[in-house]
Structures are given as C-alpha cells and as structure tokens.
C-alpha cells in the first residue's frame, strides 16, 4: 500500500526522463495519481487506532541490521498529504517552456519520492537513507533553475544539509550502538535504558542535525539565500514541505526516542525557540525583498513549532501538527504569489512596487489572495495559522509562561513585517516602473486560490487537521510528562 | 616424503585461476608473435575471455576445503579468493577500457596486456602467498609491471616523468619492505611461513623485542606505498596524472586492493604480538589519508588527480575495517572493495572515454556536457556520487557498513573523521556533476562545444561501451541488492582460519 507512493513517482521519474516528449502532462498525471492514492489511504485509514497503519515490513541487508519497514501513523499522514499536494502544486505551476524540462520533471518526482519516504520510514537507517536523497535533486534544481547567485546558494544548502545529515546519522549509530541492538528499526524502548546523559548526547546530536534543517537560528542562513535563489516552485517544495522534515524528525525521533532527556533539554529549547521566532521576525522586517521576508517568516514560524514541541503535552503536539500543515499551506502560497508579482514585474523589491492591487491595471486577485495569505500568516482569526498559533499558545503558556509571552511578541512583529509588506506593494497608487503589466492568467491565479481555499477551510474547521493526528499523539504521550506534573503542584 | 605425500603437499589445483590467467598470457605473447598487429584486437578479448574463466575458477575454489598449498607457501582460502577476484576482475574491466585508448595514442595493444596480465599474476600471487620469497617475488612481480605500465606511453613526457617517480620510489619502498622481512626471518630463526614465524617469535621472545617493531615499521612502509596511505602517497598524484588512465584506474582498484590483501595477511598472521603498534600505525594512517585526501582533492584542476586523492581517501576509509579488527571489521573491508572496484573502475571508463573525445582531462572542460553527452553525464554523475556515498548507491552501503562495523567496535573517533571527511568529500565529486549538469549551453567549454558525435560502432569502442554500463549498473545497483555481496564478504572473512584466530584472539584479551 505505502511503497506505491515510493515506486509511482520514482517510476514517473525514470519514465519523464526517458519520454521524448509531453514530459509536463506525464509528471502531472504521476503526482494526481500520487494524490489520488494519498485521498485513498486517508479514507482507509483508522482513526481509531493510535499505532502504525499500512505497515510493510521487509528485511533489505541483514549485515546492516537495514530492513524495508513502512508505516504511517498519525503524525505522519497529514504531512504525506501535504507532500502530495504541494508536488502536484509545484508541477502545475512550473513554466510550461522551462528549460530541460525533462530532467526537471523527474527530479521534481524524485524529491517527491524522497519525501514520501522519509515520512514512511520506520527505520532509522532507511529514513536517513530517504534524508540524504532529498539531496542531490534539490541541489540540482536550485543551482540549474534559479536566479543569480543559484550556485553559491545551492552549494551553502548543499553543505548545511550534508552536515546535518551526517549528525542525525552519527545519532541514529550511537542509538543503535549503545542501546545494544543489531538493527536500526524504530524502537522507543531502546532508549529508555540508557543513562541520562547518554541520552543528552544523542538527543544533543540529533537536534543539532535537524536544528540546521529546520532551520533554527544561528544554522539558518542558507535558508534565505536558497529560497531567494530558488524558482517558484521550488521555492513552494522548499518552504512547504522540506522543512517539515526537521519538524517531524524533532517529534518522531527527539521526542519519541528521548522522552526522558527531551524533559530536561525542554526549558533550554523553549529558549532557542524565542531566539529563532524573534530573530526570524525582526530579520523579516528589515528586508526589502518580499521573498526573502517570506523566507525569514518562515525561520520565525518554525520557531513556534519548537515551542510547542518542547511543552510536549498532547495539546501542543496537536498544535505543533497544525502549525506543520499551516505553515505548509501558507507560506507555498505566499511564495506562489510572490512568484506571480515577479514574474509580471521583474521585481520583489517592496520600495519599487506600489499599487499592485489596482483593479485595472495593476493585480486585484493576486493582491486579494496576498492580503489573505498575510492574514493567515499573521494569525488573523478565521484561518489555520491563527488557529496553529493560538493553540501552541495556549498549549504551551501553562509550561512556558514566560517563553510564550515571548514568542507572542513574534506573532505581533510578523503583522508588524506583512502589514509593511502590503502597505508599500500592494496599497496606494500604481507606481511608473510598474505600469502596463502583463494580464495574469488563470493559470497563475489556480494554485494559490486551491491552497488559499484550504487555508480558509482548515481555519474554519481545524479538525479536520487534528481528527487524524490526535490519537497517535495521545498514546506517543500517554503518561503526563514531568515538567506539567510540577508545575501543578 | 614419497610423491603422493609430495602431490598432496603441493596441492597445485589451487592455483588453476592463477594459471589460466598465465596460460593466456602465453597464448598473447605467441599470438602477438606470429600474427603481429593485425589480430592485437581480438587478442585482448581473448585477454578478457581468460580473466573470465579464471574467475570461473575462482568461483568453484570457493570453500576449497584444502586451502593451504606448496607446502605452506600459499593458501587459497576464502580470503585469497575473494581478493584474487577483485583483481581479476579490475583487469578484465582494465582491458575492455584500454583497447582504443591504447590503439589511439599508437603504442602496441598486445604488449600492453601481456604486461597488464603478468602484473594481475603478481597481484593475485600476492593476494593468496603465505610465505615471505612469495610474498615478495609476487609483490615485484606486481611492482615492475605497474613501472613499466605507467611507462607505456613513451612519446609523452609526463608518462616517462611517472615511470621514473614511480621506479625510484617503489624501488626503495622495496627495499625498505625486504629488510623488514628479513628481520622478521632472523627474529624467528630462520622461518619463512608466517604461521611458522609468528609461532618462533612467539618461541624465541617472551616480551616484546625491539627488533619485531623495527621490523614492523619497516614491513608497513612498504605496504603503505602499495595502498598509498599518507604520508606515503608522495608518488600517487604525479603517477596518476602521468600514467595511461587505464593504468590508473588498474592502480587504483586491483593493485590497491592486493596490496590490502598483504596488508591482513602479514599483520594478522606474523604480528599477533604486537597488535596494538600496528593498529595504531595503521590507525594513523587512516586518519592523515582522509583528511589529506579529502581535503586536497578540493583544490584540484585535473580530474585524474582528482580522482587519485579520492582514492587515497577512499583507502583510508577501508584501513578503518583493518584498525577495528572484528569479524564486521574485516567483512566490511571486503565489502568496501568491490563496491570500490565497481564505482572507481566506472568513474575511470567514463574519464577515459571523455578525453578520447576530447583529449583533455581538466575538471573545467567538463563543463556543459550534459547537452552534448548524456549518458556519459548520467554514468560519470552515478559513480562519482556514488564515491561521495549519496543512497542509495553502492557506495552509501560501503561506507554505512565500515561504519557500522567501527561503531560496533568502539572507533567512535575514527567513524565521526570518517563521517565529516566524506561530507568533505561530496563537494568536490558534486563540483565535477555540477560542471557537466549545471552549466548553462551559453557556458560550455571548448572543447565540449566541438564534441564529435557519439559512435559505437569506432573499433574499440563496444567494448569500453561495455565496461561504463558494467560500471554504471553495478554502481546503481549494487547498492539496492547487495544482500549476495553481503554474504560473500562475511563468508569470506568467517571461513578464513587465519582471520577467524585473531579475531578470536582479540575477543580473549578483552
């Protein structure tokens, strides 16, 4: 059930590379089909059993203690979907008359199968197997499909993710090492024996590998650079789902396999989170490109998930969840967005662009969607973000008091950032380098009113977000953690 | 000792593949004789078609439940074979490359591979001798054919330039090696075997004696210079970039990978007492060989230089399986060289066929050749990601096996170097994909932009056809389904008597 979201687009991959021609329909039918299987395993799946769904389970290379073990489980299945969605997203959005396209294509079906795999994996050593595939197809498309500096840019990404992938790798064979056991199958009670310290080592190594991937201030700074240097859609791919393999590696891995550490690093990484949130905010609103303010947004919102994965209570990883799903779907739009702007003005720098939301000459769909993105992002009521948001607050506040207050201040600056963002380009009188611009199509307008859509219906109905995760979280944190029990007291 | 004893004793079909190999040899040198230029072609395939079936015969020595031949002098246990077939088989893929390379540059086909197969006889010889005259006849056997190899390309300079580095430096390095053994000869009173040396030291010595470690150090440096460990890997980049590209690439992988086979059989065998002192040589060895190697390989121009640090590296990665010394250690070892042999060889075939296009060899000229030669792009990008250990190629398996087996052993240092020092690695293996994949049409160099279309159906060129594919599909593929390779390299190592006592032995002084 599970490997055919593996082998379809690893197939559809090989099968856009070789095809002489209609490369774009062919990757297009491959990621409908990826969703199409994705609705078909969310309406198979129990929601009543916390445990892993589907699972496949093989034997690969005895010698390596490696086996073939898929799964998927509540924490991970919103976040498949997700990857499903935003393929298919990127895809249709791509320039029809792209360069290479076959070669594009495929890498873009590559990733999507990395992906997949990385959030199936239930294996140590098969998820850093799926980790470090995500690689060298991302590299690819940054440094051939970017902007200016696309080599320096892909390269920094290059070298922060290697590195982050050795560290996770160093901790999964310490795991599996001092734990004693001959194989890398996910097991949480393989931990549990070890001493504490021990265990701070690991957990230490394993955050500091999916801090860098996250990203986490100060291992950030390749963030700004591959998204600004990034196209559209990979840009969309980069924000909305890549990122979330930190996130889902800091709850699946951290928490689940160091619960006991993860208590006694919690106050320290709520810390973190605030420095990250702040940082991200105050960096975004000193920029003047919109897309690197998104992407700066995006090392703020992370932050939040940090947060909430550090007060660890079954409401809070709940939020962490949303905030996943939330990010995923805002920032994709809002980079879809940006990518229109740029594409009909040849700028994203906000002191050029003025009046963008002229309804007759300037962009009035886009501009609305843009205001409604920014809302979202904002935490404006009515859509997930703020949903995501108020509920890692209001989560995390009994815990974290002070760590929260802190990181509200983050959500203030990020209106503080949008706001300037939308007073200069979008508000006020259409600018003269910005005249006679181009008609956007419909084409353009698609994607971002699909996931604006979602950001409007999951906003009005979080549930249907949470519905799939909650038991699994429940029964990951069956037992009140520490931290809540002296608190009540 | 009547004959039957004598014929029991000698137990000569252990050598069958090594004497296929030198039955061919014979039949090419007649051949080239009588038929002269005319038939060098297909001489070279019946090269090809003899390594085949002495690697058949390799194959039935498998489990040879008499290993132990010419009255201790060699063995062909399951060690010995797997190392001979390693380096059977880099000649045969050696000679599928060199064909038209050789032909181009207007030097004779025939005397090559008589050449290269008398130095595969010294290095398969080498692979298998238990003995200290073998040993060392069938390392010089190994050492003059690689001289006269590097060598071959006489009108050129640069290839003269290597002979000689390559003569003068392994000239010493032998001498240095023969006196270490001669000491190892006096130490024990005049024994030759090793078993039978290590068992008179033992005798002789109760403590350890200060002559064993000279006589160490001494035997080290020779191997060393086989394997190209730092600091004695002076020789290699200038050899690399000199030599006949196939040459290298039979340096790289066959002579490498006897030069290992020494390595485990004279220090496992001949100096259990000093154990420690040698793995900790060797533990500095690994170290210096994959900073080193890494790190230079960043600032080179010429992809076979490149491509010579790299596997300077990549023998400080295998020298981690010696150092552990565990069953896991030395299987992973294995493992390590034939994924080596796979990738290394197919990065070798796709740079030789590229400067037979283009006569050039420096990384910049790369650049743009993913419009003009795809699959040569596709084949080279595999192996070489395959050399940095991007999954799921063959080489992620090797380097996460040594890995693994070091972890387990307790060489946390020596992993955590390997890990960052092949995160080095991926950035210059990538800079060479990202030349041929990344740049635009607009930014092609020269030489690519005048790159003659592809024909096959050139004389000689079928058959380095054949050997990228071979490279390319055992590099994607080896990986995925290497369970069979598994269970060789661990049969190999548990079915070894010799492995199996120190390995036992170590288990006992912990």
Redesign the interface.
């Known amino acids: 059930m599970l490997s055919i979201l593996l082998v379809v687009p690893a197939v559809g991959a090989i099968l856009a590379a070789c095809w002489p021609s209609h490369t774009r329909t062919i990757a297009s039918t491959i990621a409908l089909a990826v969703i199409g299987w994705t609705v078909f395993l969310l309406t198979q799946f129990d929601l009543s059993n916390p445990a892993m769904q589907f699972a496949e389970n093989f034997t690969?290379?005895?010698?390596?203690?490696l086996s073939y073990r898929l799964g998927v489980d509540g924490l991970s299945l919103p976040l498949v979907a997700l990857n499903s969605l935003l393929t298919w997203v990127a895809i249709y959005s791509s320039n029809e008359q792209i360069e290479r396209p076959r070669?594009y294509y495929s890498l873009i079906l590559l990733l999507n199968a990395a992906v997949s795999g990385v959030f199936l994996a239930q294996d140590l050593?098969l998820f850093?197997?799926a980790y470090?595939?995500e690689?060298?197809p991302l590299?690819?498309l940054i440094?051939?499909w970017g902007g200016q500096k696309r080599?320096y840019a892909?390269?920094k990404f290059?070298?922060y993710t290697?590195?982050s992938?050795?560290l996770i790798?160093?901790a999964f064979?310490?795991l599996?090492?001092l734990g004693g056991s001959n194989s890398f199958i996910y097991n949480p009670a393989l931990a549990h024996a070890l001493p504490v310290s021990q265990q701070l080592l690991l957990l230490g190594t394993l955050l500091l590998g999916f801090g860098i991937k996250m990203p986490l201030f100060p291992f950030h700074t390749w963030l700004p650079d591959a998204h600004v240097e990034a196209s559209t859609p990979i840009s969309v791919l980069l924000a909305g789902v890549l990122l979330k393999l930190a996130t889902y590696g800091i709850l699946r891995f951290c928490v689940g396999l160091f619960p006991d550490a993860w208590q006694i690093a919690a106050p320290w990484l709520s810390v973190w989170a605030i420095v990250s949130v702040l940082y991200g905010a105050l960096m975004a609103i000193a920029q003047k490109d919109m897309k690197k303010m998104v992407a700066y947004s995006s090392v703020s919102h992370m932050g939040y998930i940090l947060l909430a994965a550090a007060a660890s209570t079954p409401l809070s990883f709940s939020a962490a969840m949303i905030q996943m799903v939330s990010h995923g779907l805002i920032s994709a739009t809002l980079f879809l967005l940006v990518g229109v702007v740029y594409q009909k003005t040849k700028t994203r720098d906000i002191n050029i662009l003025e009046g963008l939301l002229n309804p007759e000459r300037g962009m009035p769909v886009i501009g609305s969607l843009m205001v409604v993105g920014v809302m979202a992002s904002a935490g404006i009521p009515g859509m997930v973000g703020f949903v995501a948001e108020f509920l890692i607050f209001r989560s995390s506040f009994p815990i974290f008091p002070v760590q929260t207050l802190l990181c509200m201040v983050g959500t203030g600056l990020t209106a503080v950032y949008y706001l300037l963002l939308i007073n200069k380009a979008f508000f006020g009188r259409l600018s003269a380098p910005v005249q006679n611009l181009e008609a956007v199509t419909w084409r353009e307008r698609y994607p971002a009113m699909i996931l604006t859509i979602a950001v409007v219906l999951f906003g009005l109905q979080p549930g249907w977000i949470t519905r799939w995760s909650e038991p699994t979280i429940a029964a990951t944190l069956h037992q009140p953690p520490a931290v809540v029990a002296s608190v009540a007291k | 000792m009547d004959f039957n004893n004598l014929v029991t004793q000698l137990n000569a079909g252990t050598i069958l593949p090594e004497g296929i190999v030198l039955i061919t040899l014979l039949g090419i040198l007649v051949g080239d004789l009588i038929f002269g230029r005319s038939i060098a072609r297909n001489l070279s395939y019946f090269a090809v078609g003899g390594l085949v079936c002495s690697l058949v015969a390799l194959i039935l020595q498998w489990d040879n439940p008499q290993p132990v031949s010419f009255i201790g002098a060699y063995s062909s246990d399951p060690l010995s074979v797997v190392f001979r077939a390693i380096v059977v088989l880099s000649a045969a893929v050696t000679i599928l490359m060199s064909i038209s390379y050789v032909e181009q540059t207007g030097t004779a086909l025939a005397e090559f591979v008589a050449i290269l197969l008398t130095a595969t006889l010294g290095g398969m010889f080498l692979s298998g001798s238990t003995e200290l005259v073998m040993i060392f006849v069938s390392l010089e056997t190994l050492s003059i054919s690689s001289y006269l190899m590097t060598g071959y390309m006489k009108r050129d300079p640069r290839s003269n330039e290597a002979a000689l580095k390559y003569l003068l430096i392994g000239a010493s390095s032998s001498a240095v090696f023969l006196y270490g053994i001669s000491l190892l000869y006096g130490l024990s009173g005049g024994e030759t075997t090793l078993e039978a040396i290590a068992r008179g030291i033992a005798g002789a010595s109760g403590s350890l004696s200060l002559g064993l470690v000279v006589s160490l150090v001494f035997t080290i440096a020779g191997i060393a210079f086989k394997i190209s460990a730092v600091p004695f890997h002076q020789w290699t980049p200038d050899v690399y970039e000199g030599s006949p590209t196939p040459v290298v690439a039979f340096l790289s992988v066959g002579s490498k990978a006897a030069g290992f086979a020494l390595a485990i059989r004279l220090l496992v065998t001949a100096f259990p007492q000093v154990i420690e002192q040698w793995h900790f040589v060797f533990t500095a060895l690994a170290i210096l060989s994959m900073v080193l190697g890494n790190v230079v390989a960043l600032a080179q121009t010429s992809m076979k230089r490149m491509l010579g640090y790299s596997s300077i590296a990549q023998a400080g990665f295998v020298m981690i399986g010696m150092v552990i010394g565990t069953e896991t250690g030395y299987a992973s070892m294995v493992f390590y060289l034939f994924v080596y042999l796979f990738m290394n060889l197919g990065a070798f075939a796709c740079v030789i066929l590229f400067t037979l296009r283009t006569g050039t060899d420096r990384i910049s000229d790369y650049s743009g050749l993913y419009q003009k030669d795809p699959f040569l792009t596709l084949s080279l990008s595999i192996c070489l990601l395959s050399l940095g250990g991007i999954p799921p190629l063959a080489g992620f398996f090797g380097k996460i096996y040594i890995f693994w087996a070091g972890w387990k052993a307790g060489a946390y240092g020596l992993v955590l170097l390997a890990l960052v020092t092949s995160v080095v690695s991926i950035y210059y293996y990538l800079r060479v994909v990202k030349m041929m994949v990344v740049k635009e049409p607009n930014e092609m160099s020269d030489v690519v932009k005048n790159y003659p279309a592809t024909n096959w159906n050139l004389p000689g060129m079928r058959s380095l056809q054949v050997a990228t594919l071979a490279g390319l599909i055992a590099t994607s593929l080896a990986g995925i389904l290497s369970n069979p390779l598994f269970t060789i390299a661990n049969d190999s190592v548990s079915n070894t008597p010799m492995l199996q006592a120190s390995v036992q032995r170590q288990v006992a002084v912990k």
């Open positions: 690969w290379i005895d010698a390596l203690g070669l050593l850093f197997i470090e595939l690689l060298i590299y690819l440094a051939i080599a892909a390269t290059l070298i290697a590195l992938g050795a790798l160093a064979l310490g599996a090492w």
